[in-house]
């Protein structure tokens, strides 16, 4: 929304080209690492992962709506359902655009959905069969994840509103920040069950919304410095081939026999190979996929 409004009107053609191309050519690119990946895990006998390559998978992935089908689920490649939910929100964004002009209509159009989301949800739990495997499909599903989307575009209505009506003092922006990051903390630490399992993320949603309008506000340089804006930048590339290093990891300590599912030093010492890694493999993909993809995309949307 606050792209949009920076150009000054909807420009689907235009629009619709930067998105492409900001997703697409680093999404096809994972889509092949993942599949020489399991190409040669296959070859060493290691899984039967190729068996999930059919027709409608490759299709489904590839066309962004992997989240349409229960057994497309998470793609053919990892955490590819959150792709799909973007995509999918990016169809409808012009009917959000003219629904959404302002602080009172976003929090009306939010709330009706935020009940159509849970109420659809919960209906489809109850009266529909499906795999129990994919019995989490319906959170990862896109009536049940629009409403996430729906915050951000509240939030930015909040944040044009209050530059214009509110002024905060830092400290009680500081004081804000840290009670938020807390309370994020204290929620990652619950063992979510029954609905609520399904309907957490709202929770987080309001929370993070709440802090990036705190952001807005005060940048505090512990939060806002060169390498987490570098971090932002290459976090789409981040998100996909993370997945990789985490295999990579847990096979190797299975390998030695030496894998701790209890061990908080194991685990910190995961997190942070994984992420250094993940960082140097993204800022190389940022650098020689994204970005060209996202400097093509704009050299064509200028021209519509």
């Known amino acids: 929304m606050l792209s949009i409004h920076r150009s000054g009107n909807l420009n689907l053609k235009a629009f619709y080209m930067k998105r492409f191309f900001r997703i697409a050519p680093t999404f096809y690119a994972a889509f092949l690492f993942y599949l020489i990946f399991n190409m040669l895990k296959y070859a060493l006998g290691m899984t039967h992962a190729l068996g999930t390559y059919s027709l409608s998978a490759i299709f489904g992935t590839l066309s962004f709506m992997n989240i349409i089908r229960m057994d497309w689920l998470f793609s053919l490649v990892p955490g590819g359902w959150s ?25 009306i159009v939010t709330l009706l959905i935020v009940v159509l989301g849970i109420g659809v949800t919960i209906l489809s739990l109850q009266y529909y069969d499906y795999d129990p495997r994919l019995y989490m499909y319906y959170f990862y599903w896109f009536p049940n994840q629009l409403p996430v989307f729906c915050m951000g575009i509240l939030l930015y209505f909040i944040v044009e509103w209050s530059e214009q009506h509110l002024k905060w003092r830092r400290s009680a922006l ?44 005060y ?3 512990l939060l ?29 300590l299975r390998y030695l026999h030496v894998y701790r599912a209890d061990s908080m030093l194991q685990y910190l010492g995961v997190l942070l190979t994984v992420s250094v890694l993940s960082i140097m493999t993204a800022a190389w993909s940022y650098r020689y996929i994204e970005l060209p993809g996202i400097r093509f995309g704009r050299k064509l949307s200028s021209k519509c």
Not at 243 to 252: G, K, R, S
């Open 83 to 107: 792709i799909s939910n973007e995509v999918l929100f990016y169809l409808l964004l012009p009917i959000l655009f003219y629904m959404i002009r302002d602080v009172r209509s976003g929090i």
């Open 174 to 217: 500081k004081v804000l920040m840290v009670m938020t990051i807390s309370i994020v903390m204290v929620l990652s630490t619950f063992r979510f069950t029954g609905y609520w399992l399904y309907f957490n993320h709202y929770l987080y949603g309001l929370l993070f919304s709440f802090f990036a309008f705190q952001l807005s506000q």
């Open 219 to 221: 940048q505090s340089r």
């Open 224 to 252: 806002v410095n060169k390498f987490l804006v570098f971090l932002g930048k290459i976090s789409f590339s981040v998100y996909l081939i993370h997945f990789f290093f985490i295999e990579i990891a847990m096979t190797v």
